[in-house]
């Protein structure tokens, strides 16, 4: 079964860092973009950054760059999110995904793929 199994999620104070994985098996060859997404309370899907699969740079949201690193795993197709300086404001569900369709790596709604999402908190 094709799927994404995130990790890493977790409590954290203001100023700490998260790292989060993102287990990809097959869809890591397979997918054009795999990238980062989260959901606060009450608000809308937000992409976090995104990158073509397997060469290229990552694009992030400008309220986490300079924070935020996508890096990837080939061996282990594996993808991650280190997640430093967080902020109360980064506290959200954060899904990995993909999208196996030729495309830009910046439309959201072209990603087929969805982990089932793990919980960042950030308390002041």
């Known amino acids: 079964q094709v799927q994404l199994v995130e990790s890493g999620g977790g409590s954290v104070q203001a100023g700490g860092s998260l790292r989060l994985s993102c287990a990809a098996s097959?869809?890591?060859?397979?997918?054009?973009?795999m990238g980062w997404f989260r959901q606060a309370p009450g608000k809308g899907r937000e992409r976090v950054g995104v990158i073509v699969t397997r060469v290229g740079e990552p694009y992030y949201v400008s309220s986490v760059k300079g924070r935020f690193t996508i890096s990837r795993d080939t061996a282990k197709k594996t993808l991650y999110l280190q997640m430093n300086s967080l902020k109360p404001e980064d506290t959200a569900v954060y899904y990995c995904a993909a999208r196996s369709s030729v495309g830009s790596c910046l439309e959201e709604s072209a990603y087929d793929f969805w982990g089932q999402g793990t919980q960042v908190t950030v308390s002041s």
């Open positions: 097959e869809l890591f060859d397979s997918s054009q973009c």
